[in-house]
């Protein structure tokens, strides 16, 4: 699905239309940037969005809460090659996480990692990663 999307985004959009997209599909924690993602993740962001709307409906707009704006990741961590986005779970009512994560990484296929980190904490969060 993801290498179907991505087709026709970029066949009709550029990089920086596919990126204007994604912002304007989700809300931004305050401190998060977002200026130099890779291609990929803004083309996973809205998969991951599409998911989202599946459970939530489709007026639902989900929050990347990191990108490459924390010096709180690993110092290996994705976030800081413009590879990975975190996004709020803990919103998500608790009998539909399982669900969502399930279909995110359906949806994502074996390109992208998808963890489920934080659970049952007020961090709780899906990290989505470009794998390499």
Request: with cysteine.
């Amino acid at each position: 699905m993801l290498l179907f999307f991505c087709a026709i985004c970029c066949a009709e959009w550029g990089p920086a239309e596919v990126h204007n997209l994604l912002i304007k599909r989700v809300q931004l924690k305050t401190g998060v940037y977002t200026g130099k993602l890779d291609a990929a993740m803004d083309s996973a962001g809205l998969v991951v969005v599409s998911e989202y709307h599946k459970v939530m409906g489709d007026s639902y707009r989900p929050t990347i809460t990191s990108a490459n704006d924390y010096g709180k990741h690993a110092r290996r961590s994705k976030h800081y090659e413009n590879k990975a986005l975190d996004f709020r779970i803990s919103d998500v009512p608790r009998n539909k996480r399982s669900q969502l994560v399930a279909s995110i990484r359906q949806a994502l296929g074996k390109r992208f990692n998808v963890f489920w980190e934080e659970k049952n904490t007020a961090n709780e969060h899906l990290h989505i990663e470009l794998k390499e």
